[in-house]
């Protein structure tokens, strides 16, 4: 079992940042990979950013290409997510997520998920 605790979510102008960060505890050396997803308002929770335990390689979707970068601390029991740029599109609910082997983006793939943080992006 692994519990994820997110924190760092808030109301903040467009063009400002945040930093998002989700404390892993538990199991956490048979972790694959880690990321953030988001879920707006009427919308499918989608993936955002991802990160392999073994090498740090890092993906991210599209829309946030250039502005977010994903990370974790050299324990590898906390990930962070800093949010630069941000939009009125980037409002959602941010979620930490344990994540199987397999398409790192598909919510079918998450074994773990944190309860999740409130980003508000106001223009």
């Known amino acids: 079992q692994v519990q994820l605790v997110e924190s760092g979510g808030g109301s903040v102008q467009a063009g400002g940042s945040l930093r998002l960060s989700c404390v892993a505890s538990?199991?956490?050396?048979?972790?694959?990979?880690m990321g953030w997803f988001r879920q707006a308002p009427g919308k499918e929770r989608e993936g955002v950013a991802a990160?392999?335990?073994?090498?740090?390689?890092?993906v991210y979707a599209d829309s946030v290409k250039g502005r977010f970068t994903v990370s974790q601390d050299n324990t590898k029991t906390t990930l962070y997510l800093q949010m630069n740029s941000l939009k009125s599109e980037d409002t959602a609910m941010y979620y930490c997520?344990?994540?199987?082997?397999?398409?790192?983006?598909?919510?079918?793939?998450?074994?773990?998920w944190g309860q999740g943080t409130q980003v508000t992006v106001s223009s």
């Open positions: 997520a344990v994540i199987n082997r397999g398409t790192w983006y598909s919510r079918g793939n998450v074994r773990y």
């Open positions: 538990g199991y956490i050396a048979g972790i694959y990979c």
């Open positions: 990160i392999y335990t073994v090498g740090g390689s890092r």
